[in-house]
C-alpha cells in the first residue's frame, strides 16, 4: 500500500515535472519511452501518443547512437549519470529538422542493480552554440583588429621616412632642370613611390585575410608596366653585378585590361626576392601566352641561393622564413609572398615554384587579363604627361572660399601666373559675382558659411540653365553666359572628402574636385582639361601619342632600359603625401620652412600668410577644444576642418593629416580617437607657433629688410 504522503509526493513530482520548462523523458529498461512531459512534446513536435510508441533511438542519427550504446546507456546500466550533448532529429526524422540537445540522464536500479528505469532532462542547445561561435567570431575579430591596429601604427612609422624622401626628390625636381641629373630624380621617384605602396598593401594584409581586397580593372600599358620593373631594379642589380633583363613574346598584346596595381605588386615581391637572393648571375622576367584564351604566364628566373624542395609549401604561409640567418642577412615580413599567392589567385591564376640549391629558383605564375583599346591607354598616357604641357591663356577665375588664408594662397598662385581673379568668402556671394560677370571657371569650397558650395553650384547651373532656355533675352538679364551659352567650369575645393562625396559634387553640378591643400600643377592642369576639352584632355596638346615616351625592352639588359625610361610622374604625384609619425613635429617644422622657401621671392604675400596662420591657431584650436568638452561631434567635425583649411594654406602636410582623421573620427563619432588625434594636433600647432615667433618671423623680417 503506498501511504498518503508518497502518493501526495508522487503528485507534487508529477506537476513539477508537467510544468516544467526543461524537456523531461522517462523510458523503461528496454527504452521504451512511458513518459515525457508537455515541454518534450513542443521540442520534438511529438505528442505524447507519438512518443509512446516510440524508442529513444530513434530520436537520434548514426553517431550519436554510437555515443549512447558505448557510453551513455553502459553508465546508465552501473547507476551513473551521464551529461553532453548529442545531435537529434525532430519528429520528421532524418528528413526533419537537426539540432544540438544538451541532455543530462540517470537511471533506477532494482535492488539487484538491474536497470528499472532510465530518465532525461534535455532542452535544445542551438542557441548556446551560436552565442560560443559568435564569442569566438568576436575574439577572433579582437585579435585581428589589434593586429590591424599594430599594421596599422607600424605603417605610419615606415610611410614617414618615405614619404620624406619623395618629399625631398620633388624639390629637387623643382629646382633641376639638368637631363640626367632630373632623369635619375625621376626614376629615385618612381621607386620610391612604388615601395611606398607595396607598403600599403602589406600593411592592408588583414583586408587580404578577410577577403575584402577587390581588384580595380582598367586598361593599362604592359609595357610600361614591366619597364617600372626594371626602372625600380635595375640599378640594385647593376650595382651587384647581376644582369636583369624582360623578354616579352611577341604575340603578348601590349594593352591589356586588369589591375595593373596588383600585377606590378606580385612582379615587385618577385623580382625584389630574386634580387635579394642572387650575388651573381642573371635574373629573368619571362611574359608569355598560354593556350587558354586570356591567361598570360609570368615566371622570375634567378640564378640564386635555391630553396629545399620540402620547404616550398612554407614560403607561401604568412610570416614564415625559411631560416633565421636568412633574415638576419636578407631581412623582410616572410609576407610577400603568401600576399602574392593570394593576389594571383584573385586574377584567377596560380603561382608554383621550382628550385635547386645553389643553382636557383624559377617562380612562375598565370593571371587572366582582357585585350585593352591601345587607343584608351594612349588617350589616358597623353592625359598623365599633359600636365606638363598645359600653357593656359589669361583667365577671369572667381574664388569662393571662406578660409582668408586659403583664398590669399589660392588668389596668390593664380594671379602669379597671370590671371585676373574675384575672390569672395561664401557661396551667396559667389552667386552675386556670378551673376554680375562672365567667368571662365568657378573654384568652388565647399564648406562656407551662409550658404555652402554644393548649394550655390546648383544655383549657378539653375541660372544657366534658365538662361539657355531664355537666350532670346540675354541682353535684358542681369549677367550672361558665353555666346555659346556652355556651362562655365566649377571646381570644388574640399580639405576633406568622404566615400560618394564626388558623386555629390558631380550631381550638384561641379565638374571635378581637388583636394586640399591645392597643388599649383594639378590646379592648372585641372583647369586646362575643363576649358580645353573635359572628355577629350589630349586635345590641350597637338599630338597625345606625341606625350607617351616609347619603351625600349631589348635583350641588351639593364642599361639600355634605364636609359630610356622616360617615366613621368602624375600631376597629383607633386602633392607631397600626409604623414604621421612620433616625430611629427620635426617634419611639421620642415614643412613650414620648406614653404618659406617656395615663396621667398614674394615676401608681403609669405609674411601675411605666415601672421595669419599665427593668428588664427590659437582661435581655431579654441574652438575644437571647447567641441571636444562639450562632446559636439557635429562642431568637433567643423572646428577640425577649418584647422585643415589653415594648416593647407601654409603647407603643413604633417598637421593636416592629424586634422583630417580628426575629423574623420568625428563624423564616427569616435571619441577615443577624437582626443588621440586631437593631442598630437594640439602638440604641433604649439610646436609651430612658438616656432614661428622664435624663429620663422626673425627669417621673414630679415629676408623683408
Not at 218 to 230: K, P, Q, R, S
Not at 269 to 289: C, D, P, R
Not at 464 to 486: C, G, I, Q, V, Y
Not at 651 to 660: E, G, T, V
Given at each position: 500500500?503506498?501511504?498518503?504522503?508518497?502518493?501526495?509526493?508522487?503528485?507534487?513530482?508529477?506537476?513539477?515535472?508537467?510544468?516544467?520548462?526543461?524537456?523531461?523523458?522517462?523510458?523503461?529498461?528496454?527504452?521504451?519511452?512511458?513518459?515525457?512531459?508537455?515541454?518534450?512534446?513542443?521540442?520534438?513536435?511529438?505528442?505524447?501518443?507519438?512518443?509512446?510508441?516510440?524508442?529513444?533511438?530513434?530520436?537520434?542519427?548514426?553517431?550519436?547512437?554510437?555515443?549512447?550504446?558505448?557510453?551513455?546507456?553502459?553508465?546508465?546500466?552501473?547507476?551513473?549519470?551521464?551529461?553532453?550533448?548529442?545531435?537529434?532529429?525532430?519528429?520528421?526524422?532524418?528528413?526533419?529538422r537537426r539540432f544540438p540537445l544538451w541532455e543530462r540522464a540517470g537511471s533506477i536500479l532494482?535492488?539487484?542493480?538491474?536497470?528499472?528505469?532510465?530518465?532525461?532532462?534535455?532542452?535544445?542547445?542551438?542557441?548556446?552554440?551560436?552565442?560560443?561561435?559568435?564569442?569566438?567570431?568576436?575574439?577572433?575579430?579582437?585579435?585581428?583588429?589589434?593586429?590591424?591596429?599594430?599594421?596599422?601604427?607600424?605603417?605610419?612609422?615606415?610611410?614617414?621616412?618615405?614619404?620624406?624622401?619623395?618629399?625631398?626628390?620633388?624639390?629637387?625636381?623643382?629646382?633641376?632642370?639638368?637631363?640626367?641629373?632630373?632623369?635619375?630624380?625621376?626614376?629615385?621617384?618612381?621607386?620610391?613611390?612604388?615601395?611606398?605602396?607595396?607598403?600599403?598593401?602589406?600593411?592592408?594584409?588583414?583586408?587580404?585575410?578577410?577577403?575584402?581586397?577587390?581588384?580595380?580593372?582598367?586598361?593599362?600599358?604592359?609595357?610600361?608596366?614591366?619597364?617600372?620593373?626594371?626602372?625600380?631594379?635595375?640599378?640594385?642589380?647593376?650595382?651587384?653585378?647581376?644582369?636583369?633583363?624582360?623578354?616579352?613574346?611577341?604575340?603578348?598584346?601590349?594593352?591589356?585590361?586588369?589591375?595593373?596595381?596588383?600585377?606590378?605588386?606580385?612582379?615587385?615581391?618577385?623580382?625584389?626576392?630574386?634580387?635579394?637572393?642572387?650575388?651573381?648571375?642573371?635574373?629573368?622576367?619571362?611574359?608569355?601566352?598560354?593556350?587558354?584564351?586570356?591567361?598570360?604566364?609570368?615566371?622570375?628566373?634567378?640564378?640564386?641561393?635555391?630553396?629545399?624542395?620540402?620547404?616550398?609549401?612554407?614560403?607561401?604561409?604568412?610570416?614564415?622564413?625559411?631560416?633565421?640567418?636568412?633574415?638576419?642577412?636578407?631581412?623582410?615580413?616572410?609576407?610577400?609572398?603568401?600576399?602574392?599567392?593570394?593576389?594571383?589567385?584573385?586574377?584567377?591564376?596560380?603561382?608554383?615554384?621550382?628550385?635547386k640549391i645553389g643553382k636557383g629558383s624559377n617562380f612562375y605564375f598565370t593571371a587572366m587579363?582582357?585585350?585593352?583599346?591601345?587607343?584608351?591607354?594612349?588617350?589616358?598616357?597623353?592625359?598623365?604627361?599633359?600636365?606638363?604641357?598645359?600653357?593656359?591663356?589669361?583667365?577671369?577665375?572667381?574664388?569662393?572660399?571662406?578660409?582668408?588664408?586659403?583664398?590669399?594662397?589660392?588668389?596668390?598662385?593664380?594671379?602669379?601666373?597671370?590671371?585676373?581673379?574675384?575672390?569672395?568668402?561664401?557661396?551667396?556671394?559667389?552667386?552675386?559675382?556670378?551673376?554680375?560677370?562672365?567667368?571662365?571657371?568657378?573654384?568652388?569650397?565647399?564648406?562656407?558659411?551662409?550658404?555652402?558650395?554644393?548649394?550655390?553650384?546648383?544655383?549657378?547651373?539653375?541660372?544657366?540653365?534658365?538662361?539657355?532656355?531664355?537666350?532670346?533675352?540675354?541682353?535684358?538679364?542681369?549677367?550672361?553666359?558665353?555666346?555659346?551659352?556652355?556651362?562655365?567650369?566649377?571646381?570644388?575645393?574640399?580639405?576633406?572628402?568622404?566615400?560618394?562625396?564626388?558623386?555629390?559634387?558631380?550631381?550638384?553640378?561641379?565638374?571635378?574636385?581637388?583636394?586640399?591643400?591645392?597643388?599649383?600643377?594639378?590646379?592648372?592642369?585641372?583647369?586646362?582639361?575643363?576649358?580645353?576639352?573635359?572628355?577629350?584632355?589630349?586635345?590641350?596638346?597637338?599630338?597625345?601619342?606625341?606625350?607617351?615616351?616609347?619603351?625600349?625592352?631589348?635583350?641588351?639588359?639593364?642599361?639600355?632600359?634605364?636609359?630610356?625610361?622616360?617615366?613621368?610622374?602624375?600631376?597629383?604625384?607633386?602633392?607631397?603625401?600626409?604623414?604621421?609619425?612620433?616625430?611629427?613635429?620635426?617634419?611639421?617644422?620642415?614643412?613650414?620652412?620648406?614653404?618659406?622657401?617656395?615663396?621667398?621671392?614674394?615676401?608681403?604675400?609669405?609674411?601675411?600668410?605666415?601672421?595669419?596662420?599665427?593668428?588664427?591657431?590659437?582661435?581655431?584650436?579654441?574652438?575644437?577644444?571647447?567641441?571636444?568638452?562639450?562632446?559636439?561631434?557635429?562642431?568637433?567635425?567643423?572646428?577640425?576642418?577649418?584647422?585643415?583649411?589653415?594648416?593647407?594654406?601654409?603647407?603643413?602636410?604633417?598637421?593636416?593629416?592629424?586634422?583630417?582623421?580628426?575629423?574623420?573620427?568625428?563624423?564616427?563619432?569616435?571619441?577615443?580617437?577624437?582626443?588621440?588625434?586631437?593631442?598630437?594636433?594640439?602638440?604641433?600647432?604649439?610646436?609651430?607657433?612658438?616656432?614661428?615667433?622664435?624663429?620663422?618671423?626673425?627669417?621673414?623680417?630679415?629676408?623683408?629688410?
Amino acid at each position: 500500500m503506498i501511504s498518503a504522503t508518497a502518493k501526495k509526493q508522487k503528485k507534487n513530482c508529477y506537476y513539477i515535472a508537467q510544468s516544467s520548462d526543461e524537456s523531461i523523458a522517462i523510458s523503461n529498461s528496454q527504452g521504451q519511452l512511458i513518459y515525457i512531459n508537455p515541454a518534450h512534446e513542443k521540442l520534438f513536435g511529438r505528442s505524447l501518443e507519438e512518443a509512446l510508441i516510440c524508442n529513444y533511438r530513434d530520436y537520434y542519427p548514426p553517431e550519436s547512437l554510437e555515443i549512447l550504446n558505448t557510453r551513455v546507456v553502459p553508465a546508465l546500466m552501473r547507476g551513473e549519470s551521464w551529461e553532453g550533448i548529442l545531435d537529434v532529429y525532430d519528429k520528421n526524422g532524418r528528413n526533419g529538422r537537426r539540432f544540438p540537445l544538451w541532455e543530462r540522464a540517470g537511471s533506477i536500479l532494482d535492488a539487484d542493480g538491474k536497470m528499472l528505469y532510465g530518465f532525461g532532462f534535455m532542452h535544445d542547445f542551438t542557441k548556446q552554440i551560436q552565442i560560443e561561435e559568435e564569442l569566438r567570431k568576436t575574439k577572433k575579430t579582437a585579435a585581428n583588429k589589434a593586429k590591424s591596429e599594430f599594421l596599422a601604427n607600424m605603417s605610419h612609422e615606415i610611410r614617414t621616412p618615405i614619404s620624406g624622401i619623395i618629399g625631398m626628390i620633388k624639390i629637387m625636381l623643382t629646382y633641376n632642370s639638368e637631363s640626367n641629373a632630373r632623369q635619375s630624380l625621376i626614376i629615385m621617384q618612381h621607386s620610391a613611390e612604388f615601395l611606398l605602396n607595396i607598403i600599403n598593401d602589406i600593411l592592408d594584409f588583414s583586408k587580404i585575410e578577410a577577403g575584402k581586397m577587390k581588384l580595380s580593372p582598367a586598361d593599362f600599358d604592359l609595357c610600361y608596366t614591366m619597364e617600372g620593373i626594371l626602372s625600380q631594379f635595375g640599378p640594385e642589380a647593376k650595382n651587384n653585378n647581376l644582369f636583369l633583363q624582360v623578354n616579352i613574346a611577341h604575340d603578348v598584346p601590349r594593352y591589356l585590361h586588369g589591375d595593373e596595381s596588383r600585377l606590378r605588386q606580385v612582379l615587385i615581391n618577385l623580382v625584389g626576392n630574386a634580387v635579394k637572393f642572387t650575388e651573381q648571375g642573371t635574373i629573368s622576367v619571362n611574359v608569355e601566352k598560354t593556350e587558354e584564351p586570356g591567361k598570360l604566364l609570368f615566371s622570375v628566373t634567378d640564378t640564386g641561393i635555391g630553396i629545399p624542395e620540402n620547404r616550398y609549401a612554407d614560403l607561401f604561409e604568412s610570416f614564415v622564413q625559411l631560416d633565421v640567418s636568412y633574415s638576419k642577412k636578407y631581412q623582410g615580413t616572410g609576407l610577400g609572398l603568401p600576399i602574392s599567392k593570394k593576389l594571383v589567385e584573385m586574377m584567377g591564376g596560380e603561382i608554383r615554384l621550382e628550385s635547386k640549391i645553389g643553382k636557383g629558383s624559377n617562380f612562375y605564375f598565370t593571371a587572366m587579363f582582357e585585350k585593352a583599346s591601345s587607343e584608351e591607354v594612349i588617350k589616358r598616357e597623353a592625359e598623365k604627361h599633359a600636365a606638363e604641357q598645359v600653357i593656359l591663356p589669361p583667365l577671369k577665375v572667381l574664388v569662393a572660399e571662406d578660409d582668408e588664408l586659403n583664398r590669399m594662397y589660392v588668389v596668390h598662385i593664380l594671379e602669379t601666373a597671370g590671371h585676373h581673379v574675384v575672390s569672395v568668402p561664401d557661396g551667396k556671394q559667389a552667386i552675386e559675382a556670378f551673376k554680375k560677370e562672365h567667368f571662365d571657371v568657378i573654384l568652388m569650397d565647399i564648406q562656407m558659411p551662409e550658404m555652402d558650395g554644393i548649394e550655390a553650384a546648383r544655383i549657378i547651373r539653375n541660372e544657366e540653365s534658365n538662361m539657355r532656355n531664355k537666350a532670346s533675352d540675354t541682353e535684358n538679364s542681369h549677367f550672361s553666359l558665353p555666346t555659346s551659352h556652355s556651362p562655365i567650369p566649377i571646381i570644388a575645393l574640399t580639405a576633406y572628402t568622404m566615400k560618394g562625396d564626388r558623386d555629390q559634387f558631380i550631381n550638384a553640378g561641379m565638374d571635378d574636385y581637388l583636394p586640399k591643400p591645392v597643388d599649383k600643377d594639378e590646379l592648372f592642369y585641372t583647369i586646362g582639361k575643363m576649358i580645353g576639352n573635359a572628355a577629350n584632355p589630349e586635345a590641350l596638346v597637338s599630338n597625345p601619342e606625341a606625350l607617351v615616351p616609347k619603351p625600349q625592352l631589348g635583350n641588351d639588359g639593364v642599361e639600355h632600359c634605364i636609359a630610356d625610361i622616360s617615366l613621368v610622374p602624375k600631376p597629383e604625384a607633386l602633392v607631397p603625401k600626409p604623414r604621421l609619425g612620433n616625430d611629427g613635429v620635426e617634419h611639421c617644422i620642415a614643412d613650414i620652412i620648406r614653404y618659406i622657401e617656395q615663396y621667398n621671392d614674394d615676401k608681403e604675400f609669405l609674411d601675411n600668410m605666415l601672421k595669419g596662420f599665427v593668428r588664427e591657431t590659437p582661435v581655431r584650436m579654441e574652438k575644437l577644444t571647447r567641441a571636444i568638452s562639450e562632446k559636439n561631434f557635429e562642431q568637433i567635425a567643423k572646428a577640425a576642418h577649418s584647422i585643415t583649411n589653415l594648416v593647407s594654406a601654409v603647407r603643413i602636410y604633417s598637421a593636416a593629416n592629424y586634422s583630417k582623421e580628426l575629423e574623420k573620427a568625428a563624423r564616427n563619432e569616435q571619441m577615443k580617437e577624437v582626443l588621440s588625434f586631437y593631442e598630437s594636433l594640439k602638440q604641433e600647432m604649439v610646436s609651430l607657433t612658438k616656432y614661428y615667433i622664435k624663429t620663422i618671423n626673425c627669417e621673414v623680417n630679415a629676408c623683408i629688410k
